[in-house]
């Protein structure tokens, strides 16, 4: 099976930019999640959606920060305005179903923010 | 939500094997182990999942004790592409308890 898709791979901007990430997890997976990981640091949850629905976002700065799963498939996470602490690798997962199933990862995209 | 704890980092040898080790007091009923391994510049990479007792399959064994507050990842006969970092991550994924990633063990193999 294709595996959880993510783009852009890399991403450079400045501060204060916005920028736009995209993921299209496995086919059949009702549960997508995003994670924030910085250089050394174990992933960070920012969001879970179970189909179209928030299933959790406390972790997620949504002064700046706002995500969407509007079919229920495929995702984006957006970030505007873009701080120099912003600077991650940005990791979409999904899993067949939400509680005790595995997590499948993309392999993130790369934001640096200067 | 159960908070993990591992060793920041193991060294090995090519061909032993290796056991990794979680803490996790504050376990709840309805959660889950799970392991992860990571590679630089890819994404976690599911290795094995456990309830309670044992758990083998292809690549690994995962023992849990009784009281399910700890976990020990075993991986046997390490090669040098066995150098990742390793997570444990516990939880059921629901809403108030959601799958959070501690700091991870930074495993290296040497020849």
């Known amino acids: 099976e294709a595996g959880v898709a993510q783009s852009p791979r890399y991403k450079i901007i400045e501060k204060r930019q916005s920028v736009a990430f995209w993921c299209n997890p496995i086919?059949?997976?009702?549960?997508l999640y995003w994670y924030q990981q910085i250089l050394g640091q174990g992933p960070k949850l920012l969001i879970q959606?179970?189909?179209?629905?928030?299933?959790?976002d406390s972790q997620l700065p949504k002064d700046r920060f706002s995500a969407e799963r509007l079919k229920g498939v495929d995702s984006t996470l957006k970030i505007q305005p873009a701080k120099l602490e912003d600077s991650a690798v940005y990791l979409c997962?999904?899993?067949?179903?939400?509680?005790?199933?595995?997590?499948?990862f993309g392999n993130g995209t790369r934001l640096t923010v200067t | 939500l159960a908070k993990t704890t591992q060793p920041i980092s193991m060294d090995s040898y090519e061909g032993q094997e290796v056991n990794i080790t979680c803490s996790h007091n504050?376990?709840?009923?309805?959660?889950?182990i799970t392991w992860y391994q990571q590679f630089p510049s890819q994404g976690p990479r599911f290795i094995i999942q456990?309830?309670?007792t044992k758990v083998t399959n292809e690549v690994a064994s995962l023992f849990i004790p009784a009281d399910r507050k700890s976990s020990t990842l075993s991986l046997p006969r390490v090669s040098l592409s066995d150098t990742a970092v390793y997570y444990c991550?516990?939880?059921?994924?629901?809403?108030?308890?959601?799958?959070?990633f501690g700091g991870g063990t930074r495993l290296m193999v040497k020849p």
């Open positions: 997962a999904s899993s067949l179903v939400q509680g005790g199933s595995p997590l499948h």
């Open positions: 086919s059949g997976h009702a549960t």
């Open positions: 959606f179970q189909n179209n629905g928030v299933v959790d």
């Open positions: 504050n376990i709840a009923t309805n959660d889950y």
């Open positions: 456990g309830y309670k």
């Open positions: 991550l516990v939880g059921a994924g629901n809403a108030g308890n959601m799958l959070t």
